[in-house]
């Protein structure tokens, strides 16, 4: 609609252009597929000899079409002109904008989207007589690209009118001004460069950038050269003489020390630019130009929105505990506290051990995805339940608790007694294991609350992130911890007795049920190749467990046992590692018979479905998300919800993130999360969706449909049936 | 603290495995960017073909192989087979016993994606001649070698080692006139491979539309 507007005005002044009295400089704007393509001057007219600048204009659809920089990045091509010039007249190099960065899977771009102005001189003969008309005439040629590539090209003229005095053109000279103004500035202090384990590390000493960086949002390094690879994370930081950007070497870095030039942005938070121009010659970097570390949003965060965030932590982390998928372990900690209820001492030994568990395994989880998001991975929380391995061997885990549960193999002990086991009585290492097996299996379940928490503090600094989950840990472990800590409420439960071994038996099939879970994602990873490996670990594991029962307790015996149950574990999870997801599994969930038929999601089929004016429905979805499960049966696959989207013919898409998918991470980025789930509507008169709560009810979904649907649009439809 | 029992010393030697199975599962996945190098062993990689055979980079031990990465639907693609100069590339190192493989990187659903009858329509409609066409849509084979665009090209020697990494030719567009004026760096590979010396490019920015992985 707007752009359409813009065109619209475009032409209308155009038309002024061409009538207006003074005749002034002349263009002729080219429609390509998805560009509008015009060469602009600052001058309605010039004079002979005259020196001034004109620039290519490309107005660029909407929606992430972008053109390129002069150094592409991975792929692609800058635009360029080839000129056929009247006699004298000379044009220069384009003076380019400081490029942005597009990232693409795993790959990187520089370019532009919306609009790129590239500036450059024109230089006119002295010989040019007033009263005549100069006409440049050239070829412009540019690739522009969403995710697929087009090579558009058009031919166009500026024509000046030579007078006796010149004439600026405002519009088209504030345009140049602006492309300029947005144009790398020259250094005045001095950059350097130096080789570090994987690539190099760029110092800019100079006093504006020093100034810049303090307040500075984010800032990149874009290379002139093909050095560095493009996609991998920079680490920056400043210090009170300049910053410096930390980089990855790519196959193209020369051997030893070289110089490295390029561009330094800076973004400030409200997304202003600025650029400087970065020649760096090898030499050691100064201290000065590092110390503090600059990420995103890390400079505006004080101490207020700092508490609120662990205090919406330490929620999520409560609540974590009424998930679907850390209830059954949980259920392990149960049985151990009716056994400590009458001991204190012991009661509150287990407590501290068990939240110990629970803040290590959140610990390691918080450091691996800080290493990865450093190392450039989009990788977002229930990341481990990527790795078709490590659900495989996570549901062999869950079987061999719950045959532990049930008494399988407890050596030393009766086949059914309730003797020393793994959880329910193992000591302060039993419920160091239970928290860590807790946390570990909670983390993906992110709970309503915790997903904006975490998705705001993956963006901040290593420290914040960790505390984050430390506290969400703390959360999850609080209800434990507070019990054991008060024997009054400790108290209440029953006394051990025969009724435990039989409670305990029970725990065993909420365990086995995690288990079956976990195959199933399994099987959205693998298909049944993988859930037959995983089967068939875990019945060797189960035959090494009984083995180790038989042999008794000689150490040949043990080892024997052990290298049976580590070889099940091994063995499956190299199977589900070798095997890859079929195509199918992998294009998504896909839609059958009573379901709402659904489509897998693309930003660019969310693009063209908005472009038919159509209501949109996303799903961002994984199988290990318990509570996306939970609201796809109660909420989306109900006759309410259903009825609201076929009234509306309301498009549904299905992003799934069962497997690692950057596309899908990168928007769930976009609005600020880390996990799964996040519903979207876009309404139909296009622009940005209504971001729907977490947990979802018929009635919200059709609610929603309506608002999105906009007012009348029921009223349109039978409108229309009238006509008829 | 007490001692471990026997049995859940299994539940943690388990617990330990998982927890370096996933280490190494991340450390693997957090390094595919880097790519291969002239010089390099090729990365070994087995892939299904448009026949559904698997074929693997120890299939060919002792002879010169050849990796276009590509898409069908790619201007830079098309540039060099409406010219004919990849038919042509891919015939002459044919004739001469070097094993052409294109690679298709694409994921489902995104452009230049082929399933096997579409991929051999497409060698038969473009008269090309790969001794095979490697489906690669989960994109671990392209990410092996750091494939960045289409075309992406490599070529590998007979003793396995990388010669020749990046670009199709020298002049980078999509202009179709401009395949006759530049110098293509497979067939200068191929020819040093021949004459038994090194090429005088072994490793250039590669140019062309993105893989779409």
Redesign the interface.
Known sequence: MIKTMKRFLGVCAMAAGVLGASGGALAEPVRTGHTLAELISERAAVVPGDLFLGALRLDLDDGGWHVYWKN?G????PPKIDWELPEGVSVGEFTWPAPHAIP????M?YGYEHQLVLPFEIRLPQGATPGAEIELKGRA?W?I?L?????EQADLVLRLPVAASLVAAEAPGALIAEALAAAPVALTGEAMVERTDDGFRVGVRDDAVAAAATSAASARFFPDG?EI?H??AQTVEFGPEGLSVSM?A???APAGEAPLSGVVVLEGEDGSRRAWVVAATPAALPAGVSGTMLSPVAAGLTLLPLLSLLGAAFLGGLVLNLMPCVLPVLSIKAAGLVHTAHNPAEARLHGVAYTLGVLVCFA?VGA?LV??RM???QAGLGF?LQ?P??VA??A??MF??GL?LLGV????GSLMGVG???ADR?????AF?TG?LAAFVGAPCVGPFMAPAVGVALSQPPLTVMGVFLVIGLGLAAPFLLLSFTPAIARLIPKPGAWMAVFRQALAFPMFLTAIWLLWVLGGQTGADGVIAAVAGATVFAF??WL?GRIG?GISG?AV??GV??LA??GT?MSA?MI??P?EA??GVASSGGEVSSE?W?PERVKALQADGRVIFVDFTARWCATCQVNKKLAIETDEAKAAFAEYDVAFLVADWTN?DSVIAAALAEHQRAGVPLYLMYPASGGPPEVLPQMLTPGLIAAAVRTAAGPGASEGLTGKGDGL | MTMLSRERWSLVAGAAVAAALTAAALIVSADEASAATPGDPAPAFEELNSAGRKVSLADFRGRTVVLEWTNDGCPFVQKHYDSGAMQALQASAGKDGVVWLSVVSSKPGSQGYVMGAQADRLTTERKASPAHVLLDPDGSMGRAFGARTTPHMFVIGPDGRIVYSGAIDSIRSSDVRDVPKAVNYVSQALEAIKAGRAPETPLTVPYGCSVKY
């Open positions: 592409v991975d792929s692609g091509l693409l899977a795993t790959l771009n040629s690739l690209c995710e697929t590539c087009i090579p093909p690879i996609a991998a990855t790519s196959e193209y390691a691996i290493a990865l190392a450039g991975e481990q790795y391995p490590m061997v996570f062999l885990i061999a608790v532990n193999f407890e050596i030393g020393g086991n793994l193992g000591g302060a290492s039993g294991f860590l090494g467990v180790a307790s043990r046992s052990a149950i580590l574990v091994i999870a590692n890859t997801a195509a992998a294009q897998p693309s690692r």
